[in-house]
């Protein structure tokens, strides 16, 4: 197996936008990536949070499908995120297992290492990065 992520998409309004939410589920075709659980959280205006599985919207029905498919995030996952959302929005919370890095994975396992840490860094950071090189400024950490 290869790495494992979970990412919070927030979304500025209580309903999850479709066409985006297809997007970023349909990297699962390309093989890059193997969708394992997702669920839908909302922080709605009076601050209450709510989650839904991703079959409970039509659009969406059948998207978590297949044997490699497990019910992994839950409750706690679920407050972590709604943490990080304002009220009145939404998040998709997907659970990923990097299917690209998988051969290299068993092959530091095989070794005896191990993945230590992991960072995920904004593109808004690297542009951030990238343009202040391109003056030929400094880098504030």
């Known amino acids: 197996m290869g790495p494992v992520e979970f990412i919070v998409l927030a979304f500025p309004e209580e309903q999850l936008r479709v066409q985006a ?3 970023v589920l349909g990297l699962r075709k390309t093989g890059n990536v193997r969708l ?3 669920l839908v959280a909302t922080k709605t205006a009076a601050g209450e949070v709510l ?3 991703l079959d409970e919207f039509q659009e969406l029905q059948g998207v ?3 044997r490699e498919v497990a019910r992994l995030i839950g409750p706690e996952d679920v407050r972590e995120a709604a943490g ?3 009220r009145g929005s939404c998040a998709l919370l997907v659970l990923v297992e990097h299917v690209w890095a998988e051969d290299a994975a068993i092959a530091v396992r095989a070794a005896g290492g191990r ?3 992991s960072v995920r860094i904004p593109p808004e950071r690297i542009a951030e ?3 202040a090189l391109t003056l030929g ?3 504030q950490p």
Do not use: K, N, W
């Open 21 to 23: 939410v297809a997007a």
């Open 36 to 38: 394992i659980d997702a």
């Open 84 to 86: 990080l959302l304002e």
């Open 129 to 131: 990065v990238r343009a």
């Open 115 to 117: 993945i230590a840490g």
């Open 137 to 139: 400024g400094s880098v």
């Open 64 to 66: 978590l499908a297949g």
């Open 51 to 53: 989650a839904a599985e």
